[in-house]
T-cell receptor, first 113, second 115 residues
């Protein structure tokens, strides 16, 4: 079975550029999460979708961040404009329903220079 | 609001010994789930074990078991017969309906297994 697929695995971009991270959840899963991981702040929940609808986006740092889930098999996290402090590993995770464990993608390591 | 606390930033254990990683949680919701994840140095997040708040028995998965003490709001992970490959960061997490079922993580414990 294919797990959660994220792309790209690594992204290096210049400050001010737009960055788009992509996620394909596990087929049949109806919950999707975006997390950011840094040494300083650990794992932070950015946004949580259930049945393609954003349920909680209180973790989105600021207006530069936006996330969409146009259908059950695809989600994007966009940063525009990017800043060096956005450098982190961004994880996407999905779960079958709202009670079960979430499975994580391999993450996207973002470096903004 | 829900909160997960892991008070051990780092732990050491001798190979083949058992180790307990602590996790306490806070929620006012009667229905919730508790999870443990492993993150090796390669970076991926690996699901280990799940405990539901209404489960009568402690969860077990191979060498992993969860010591669930509901009254104390603790969900400690026990790893038996530690192996060198168990060296990793371990995260405790929780989902409860009171927080719209989002998955909240603790700060993690770095476990090092010594040969």
């Amino acid at each position: 079975d294919a797990g959660v697929i994220q792309s790209p695995r690594h992204e290096v971009t210049e400050m001010g550029q737009e960055v788009t991270l992509r996620c394909k959840p596990i087929s049949g899963h109806n919950s999707l999460f975006w997390y950011r991981q840094t040494m300083m702040r650990g794992l932070e929940l950015l946004i949580y979708f259930n049945n393609n609808v954003p349920i909680d986006d209180s973790g989105m740092p600021e207006d530069r961040f936006s996330a969409k889930m146009p259908n059950a098999s695809f989600s994007t996290l966009k940063i525009q404009p990017s800043e060096p402090r956005d450098s982190a590993v961004y994880f996407c995770a999905s779960s079958r329903d709202s009670n079960t464990e979430a499975f994580f993608g391999q993450g996207t390591r973002l470096t903004v220079v | 609001a829900q909160k997960i606390t892991q008070t051990q930033p780092g732990m050491f254990v001798q190979e083949k010994e058992a180790v307990t990683l602590d996790c306490t949680y806070d929620t006012s919701d009667p229905s919730y789930g508790l999870f443990w994840y492993k993150q090796p140095s390669s970076g991926e997040m690996i699901f280990l074990i799940y405990q539901g708040s209404y489960d009568q028995q402690n969860a077990t998965e191979g060498r992993y078991s969860l010591n669930f003490q509901k009254a104390r709001k603790s969900a400690n992970l026990v790893i038996s017969a530690s192996q060198l490959g168990d060296s990793a960061m371990y995260f405790c997490a929780m989902r409860s309906s009171g927080s719209a079922r989002q998955l909240t993580f603790g700060s993690g414990t770095q476990l090092t297994v010594l040969p």
